[in-house]
C-alpha cells in the first residue's frame, strides 16, 4: 500500500471533497480520484460514495479516516524526530516551572542545558500558578503533583518523596506529638485545596492507613515558603526531599514518625504537542529525561539509609 494514497484519501475524508483534496495537497483533481481508486483496489473496499455535490464515506471509509488520521500523525512525528535529529538546537525557549523546583534543580541543570547549546537562549517564568502553555505561548512546563486530562503532552521524570517536619524550636515550645492523633492539637502549614475542602495527610505502615484531615493555622500556595515557614518555626508540614533533606541533616529540621510513609508525588514535564516539536525543545525534554535517571537528579527518598531524625530530650 502506498502511504500516499492513504494521505490522499485522509484530506478526502476529512473534507469530504475531491477538489478540495487536492488544492489542500497541490495536485489535480484527478490525482486525487487515481489514488483513492488505488487503495480501493488494494483494500478491496468501497471507501466513498461520490455525487455531484458531495462525499460521503462508506462504512470501511469511515472507519479507515478514524484509523489513518492517527497513522498519518505518527509518520509526520517520526519525519519530524528523524529531521530534528540533523538540526543544531537554536533559539528562544520558554519554560514555566515552580518556584522551588526552579531554585533547588532548574538552577543547577539549566547552565549544564546552556552550555551544551550555545545558541539556545531561555526564559524562565517561576511559579505558583499552572499556567496555560498554549495561550502564553510557553514551550515546556515543569508540573509537580497529579496531571489532569488534558491535551498536552506529558512525561514522567520521577517522583519525590515527601516527609512530615517541624523545626527544633517549634517542637520546643509546643512539644512533639506523640502519636498521629496529637497532630490535630499542633499548627499545621498546609497549601490550599482546589476545592475549598481541608486537604488530608495519608500516612502508611505496611498494609495500614491512617488519614490525617488537617485544618492549616497557616495556609500558602508554594511549597518553597512553606520549607522556610517551617525552618523558622511556623508549625508541622509536609515538604519534599529535596526541600528538607538537607536541613534534617544540619539540624535544621527534624522527622516526625519516621515510621510512617507518606506517598511520593510525580514530576513531569509537560509540552503542547508531540507533533512539529523544535529541535530546541526536543533537546530540553532529552536533557532533562536524561538528568532525572535515578541517583542524578534526585532520589525518590533522599533519606533512604540514613538513620531517623528525632527529637533531641530537650525537645520533648
Not at 498519518?72 to 529531521?83: F, L, N, P, S
Not at 517561576?126 to 512546563?141: C, I, K, N
Not at 535544621?252 to 529541535?279: Q, T
Amino acid at each position: 500500500m502506498d502511504l500516499n494514497d492513504l494521505r490522499v484519501f485522509e484530506r478526502v475524508g476529512a473534507l469530504l471533497n475531491f477538489s478540495a483534496a487536492g488544492r489542500a495537497l497541490g495536485i489535480p483533481k484527478s490525482s486525487v480520484s487515481r489514488a483513492v481508486a488505488r487503495l480501493e483496489s488494494e483494500l478491496g473496499a468501497r471507501l466513498c460514495q461520490r455525487t455531484s455535490r458531495e462525499v460521503v464515506l462508506t462504512e470501511q471509509g469511515a472507519a479507515l479516516l478514524e484509523r489513518c488520521a492517527d497513522i498519518m500523525d505518527k509518520v509526520a512525528e517520526t519525519v519530524g524526530y528523524v529531521g530534528a535529529l540533523g538540526a543544531a538546537p537554536r533559539g528562544a525557549l520558554r519554560i514555566t516551572a515552580g518556584i522551588g523546583f526552579g531554585v533547588n534543580v532548574l538552577s543547577e541543570q539549566l547552565p549544564k542545558f546552556l552550555r551544551l547549546y550555545p545558541d539556545v537562549s531561555v526564559t524562565l517564568e517561576l511559579t505558583s500558578q499552572a499556567v496555560d502553555l498554549v495561550a502564553e505561548g510557553v514551550d515546556v512546563a515543569i508540573r509537580i503533583g497529579p496531571m489532569a486530562d488534558s491535551q498536552l503532552v506529558a512525561l514522567k521524570l520521577g517522583s519525590l518523596g515527601r516527609y512530615l517536619c517541624a523545626s527544633p524550636d517549634y517542637l520546643k515550645r509546643r512539644g512533639v506529638p506523640k502519636a498521629l492523633d496529637d497532630l490535630s492539637n499542633h499548627d499545621s502549614v498546609e497549601m490550599p485545596s482546589a476545592d475549598g475542602r481541608p486537604r488530608r495527610w495519608a500516612f502508611k505502615q505496611g498494609s495500614e492507613v491512617r488519614a490525617i484531615e488537617t485544618h492549616p493555622r497557616l495556609s500558602l500556595n508554594d511549597p518553597l515558603t512553606i520549607h522556610r515557614m517551617l525552618v523558622n518555626g511556623a508549625g508541622i508540614g509536609v515538604i519534599s526531599g529535596y526541600l528538607c533533606a538537607p536541613e534534617i541533616a544540619a539540624g535544621r529540621l527534624v522527622r516526625l514518625f519516621p515510621e510512617w510513609k507518606l506517598d511520593p508525588v510525580d514530576v513531569n514535564i509537560v509540552y503542547p504537542s508531540r507533533r512539529d516539536l523544535s529541535p530546541v525543545v526536543r533537546a530540553f525534554v532529552d536533557f532533562m529525561k536524561e538528568a532525572s535517571k535515578p541517583g542524578e537528579l534526585w532520589q525518590d527518598d533522599p533519606l533512604a539509609g540514613q538513620p531517623p531524625s528525632r527529637p533531641s530530650k530537650s525537645q520533648q
